[in-house]
T-cell receptor
Framework: DVKVTQSSRYLVKRTGEKVFLECVQDMDHENMFWYRQDPGLGLRLIYFSYDVKMKEKGDIPEGYSVSREKKERFSLILESASTNQTSMYLC???????????????FGSGTRLTVV | AQTVTQSQPEMSVQEAETVTLSCTYDTSESDYYLFWYKQPPSRQMILVIRQEAYKQQNATENRFSVNFQKAAKSFSLKISDSQLGDAAMYFCAYRSANSGNTPLVFGKGTRLSVIA
């Protein structure tokens, strides 16, 4: 089975800190995604990447950046954490759609980040 | 841009009964994929069922089935013989088939409670 691993399940950081959220997948998926999940707002796309060193902004990229130096790893960076970035962060990966599969995502188990 | 609407923030069902979760979407595309994901309290997102838009036959996975109405842009999920383990957040999602790298667009979710 495809596995997507997020390095931390819970994280508490201080306002102004630089925060790294790591995500690793083990099935050679081309696409990787970062979403944040908030009650009543569902999942909102922050950034995604369809290849090494490639990145695309999602719907809410402000205050975030990403890094994909290797195919299996996609990092989300909060340059200067703020309290409004307290949220659940979900990483996902997928194959490229149209290659004979329906290309749903495989998700990590999420990182609940609290910024104090 | 595509949007996905889940009009029921919360639903409840008696154990062993049937429940239907609603999902509508807005798109101008003719080729796409639709998904239902389940997120139990463990937070791990699990793919429940998926549908290709060009297929008229509704997808079925054991107790889970969909009612896909392409003209109405509706994709409801029916859970038969509900079990306590079905209690979770359910997210409807859309993915374009026109580009291999487009992200999933999620609805805001429906929280399903199962009453013993």
């Amino acid at each position: 089975d495809v596995k997507v691993t997020q390095s931390s399940r819970y994280l508490v950081k201080r306002t102004g800190e630089k925060v790294f959220l790591e995500c690793v997948q083990d099935m050679d998926h081309e696409n990787m995604f970062w979403y944040r999940q908030d009650p009543g707002l569902g999942l909102r796309l922050i950034y995604f990447s369809y290849d090494v060193k490639m990145k695309e902004k999602g719907d809410i990229p402000e205050g975030y950046s990403v890094s994909r130096e290797k195919k299996e790893r996609f990092s989300l960076i909060l340059e200067s954490a703020s309290t409004n970035q307290t949220s659940m962060y979900l990483c996902a990966s997928s194959l490229v759609s149209g290659t004979g599969n329906l290309c749903g995502y495989t998700f990590g188990s999420g990182t609940r980040l609290t910024v104090v | 841009a595509q949007t996905v609407t889940q009009s029921q923030p919360e639903m409840s069902v008696q154990e062993a009964e049937t429940v239907t979760l609603s999902c509508t979407y807005d798109t101008s595309e003719s080729d796409y994929y639709l998904f239902w994901y389940k997120q139990p309290p463990s937070r791990q997102m699990i793919l429940v069922i998926r549908q290709e838009a060009y297929k008229q036959q509704n997808a079925t996975e054991n107790r889970f089935s969909v009612n896909f109405q392409k003209a109405a842009k509706s994709f409801s999920l029916k859970i038969s013989d509900s079990q306590l383990g079905d209690a979770a957040m359910y997210f409807c999602a859309y993915r374009s088939a026109n580009s291999g790298n487009t992200p999933l667009v999620f609805g805001k979710g429906t929280r399903l409670s199962v009453i013993a």
